[in-house]
């Protein structure tokens, strides 16, 4: 909103300093110190208010170190990270730009589908909270969404150059077309463009049905990224902090994709309009740090799953979007690692208990932070190593920008 009054006042104006608006990075700064001020200062409140209404977390006993002690706990704390996206986004923000408009839709949606979770879980007391198959419908809904936006919407395009450049009398320029796309980038590889119709055999000469085999993509990366980052948000500051970590680094890729001279430079796809993301991110990296000061241990708020839903679904909706969801293995290793580690977890001990009569376990306890803890680590220096291994997976995927 604050783009537009200040767009206008500098056209019609000329008014002192308004042209900064004009530049993403400067919005995006803003963005960053908006949702931070937001989280520290109205995080405080919303705190006190869960705890007036009694909304506090009700531990299962696993057997954990200092588990018990969280008990009471204030939960629902993702409606601080909710905020201080959403009002730096419609504050700095070009609202007319579809990938914004995409990416607050899966924010509210998922927020939504989380609130619903906790709101079962705190006070309907039912532990279960929200039926999986009804969080798995809302997540579908989502990639339904988004896919779809990705192929119909007709301001979503990829730039394509051609090869020869064409000399002027102002020195040599490089043509291209801006057409609609089902492609992504492959890393490390040079030639990395990856075509979803590659994924439908030529003799079905079914490639126009190429955006159904996308969209069904989409749907299961928004559910799996959602899901990891669920599972993963069990100690203190652990999903805020790698969530914080993966926005640097979408950030920077955003920027890249959106912008001409560094997309060429460097020979990543450009991706016209999408630059405006990196004010998006910059917001939900303000508003992880700013939810990790309440959020760090000991945790005097866990953002449950109106947090951790949304989070996962955010990263992998802009994932999507600047066209790197192949990266996503790399990028988001630790939600990766930590869903892969119950899925293990659960299918070997059903294998045994039925072949044998008995289940056995891989892990001590699942997810993997809680196999770690049953080994003795203490929760705080655990989430710092996860946060070390997670800005290494970070900085590799940034790296694969030009290791190719």
Same mark, same amino acid.
């Given at each position: 909103?604050?783009?537009?009054?200040?767009?206008?006042?500098?056209?019609?104006?000329?008014?002192?300093? $308004?042209?900064?608006?004009?530049?993403?990075?400067?919005?995006?700064?803003?963005?960053?110190?908006?949702?931070?001020?937001?989280?520290?200062? =109205?995080?405080?409140?919303?705190?006190?208010?869960?705890?007036?209404?009694?909304?506090?977390?009700?531990?299962?006993?696993?057997?954990?170190?200092?588990?018990?002690?969280?008990?009471?706990?204030?939960?629902?704390?993702?409606?601080?990270?909710?905020?201080?996206?959403?009002?730096?986004?419609?504050?700095? $923000?070009?609202?007319?730009?579809?990938?914004?408009?995409?990416?607050?839709?899966?924010?509210?949606?998922?927020?939504?589908?989380?609130?619903?979770?906790?709101?079962?879980?705190?006070?309907?007391?039912?532990?279960?909270?929200?039926?999986?198959?009804?969080?798995?419908?809302?997540?579908?809904?989502?990639?339904?969404?988004?896919?779809?936006?990705? =192929?119909?919407?007709?301001?979503?395009?990829?730039?394509?150059?051609?090869?020869?450049?064409? /000399?002027?009398?102002?020195?040599?320029?490089?043509?291209?077309?801006?057409?609609?796309?089902?492609?992504?980038?492959?890393?490390?590889?040079?030639?990395?463009?990856?075509?979803?119709?590659?994924?439908?055999?030529?003799?079905?000469?079914?490639?126009?049905?190429?955006?159904?085999?996308?969209?069904?993509?989409?749907?299961?990366?928004?559910?799996?990224?959602?899901?990891? $980052?669920?599972?993963?948000?069990?100690?203190?500051?652990?999903?805020?902090?790698?969530?914080?970590?993966?926005?640097?680094?979408? /950030?920077?890729?955003?920027?890249?994709?959106?912008?001409?001279?560094?997309?060429?430079?460097?020979?990543?796809?450009?991706?016209?309009?999408?630059?405006?993301?990196?004010?998006?991110?910059?917001?939900?990296?303000?508003? #992880?740090?700013?939810?990790?000061?309440?959020?760090? *241990?000991?945790?005097?708020?866990?953002?449950?799953?109106?947090?951790?839903?949304?989070?996962?679904?955010?990263?992998?909706?802009?994932?999507?979007?600047?066209?790197?969801?192949?990266?996503?293995?790399?990028? #988001?290793?630790?939600?990766?690692?930590?869903?892969?580690?119950?899925?293990?977890?659960?299918?070997? *001990?059903?294998?045994?208990?039925?072949?044998?009569?008995?289940?056995?376990?891989?892990?001590?306890?699942?997810?993997?932070?809680?196999?770690?803890?049953?080994?003795?680590?203490?929760? /705080?220096?655990?989430?710092?190593?996860?946060?070390?291994? #997670?800005?290494?997976?970070?900085?590799?995927?940034?790296?694969?920008?030009?290791?190719?």
């Amino acid at each position: 909103m604050l783009y537009y009054l200040f767009d206008y006042l500098d056209k019609h104006f000329n008014f002192p300093g $308004a042209g900064l608006f004009q530049y993403i990075t400067f919005r995006a700064f803003a963005a960053v110190i908006t949702s931070l001020g937001i989280a520290a200062i =109205w995080g405080k409140a919303v705190i006190n208010q869960l705890r007036k209404l009694q909304i506090g977390e009700d531990i299962r006993d696993l057997g954990l170190e200092g588990q018990m002690q969280k008990k009471g706990t204030p939960t629902m704390g993702g409606f601080i990270i909710l905020l201080s996206l959403i009002v730096p986004t419609l504050l700095f $923000a070009k609202l007319h730009n579809i990938y914004i408009i995409l990416l607050l839709v899966t924010a509210v949606w998922l927020g939504g589908v989380g609130f619903l979770d906790d709101y079962i879980k705190v006070f309907k007391k039912n532990k279960e909270g929200l039926s999986g198959k009804f969080k798995i419908v809302g997540q579908i809904g989502l990639g339904l969404i988004v896919g779809l936006t990705m =192929w119909f919407n007709d301001d979503i395009k990829v730039r394509f150059y051609e090869k020869a450049k064409i /000399a002027s009398n102002i020195g040599a320029v490089q043509q291209f077309t801006d057409s609609k796309a089902l492609i992504s980038t492959v890393p490390f590889l040079k030639n990395n463009q990856f075509d979803y119709s590659y994924l439908i055999p030529d003799f079905l000469g079914l490639d126009q049905y190429t955006w159904v085999v996308y969209v069904i993509a989409v749907i299961f990366i928004i559910t799996a990224v959602s899901n990891g $980052a669920n599972i993963t948000d069990g100690i203190d500051g652990l999903a805020a902090g790698t969530s914080m970590i993966i926005g640097i680094g979408l /950030a920077i890729l955003a920027y890249v994709s959106g912008n001409k001279v560094f997309s060429q430079y460097l020979n990543v796809m450009f991706i016209p309009n999408s630059g405006e993301l990196a004010v998006f991110c910059a917001a939900f990296v303000g508003a #992880c740090i700013g939810f990790l000061w309440y959020n760090s *241990f000991p945790a005097q708020v866990f953002m449950g799953d109106t947090g951790s839903l949304m989070l996962g679904g955010v990263i992998a909706t802009l994932a999507i979007v600047i066209r790197k969801e192949l990266l996503i293995p790399v990028l #988001c290793g630790i939600f990766l690692i930590e869903l892969v580690s119950v899925i293990m977890q659960v299918s070997y *001990f059903k294998y045994t208990k039925k072949k044998f009569g008995e289940g056995r376990r891989i892990f001590l306890m699942s997810p993997l932070h809680h196999h770690f803890q049953k080994k003795g680590y203490h929760e /705080a220096k655990l989430v710092t190593r996860f946060w070390i291994i #997670c800005i290494l997976l970070v900085v590799v995927s940034v790296v694969t920008l030009k290791l190719r």
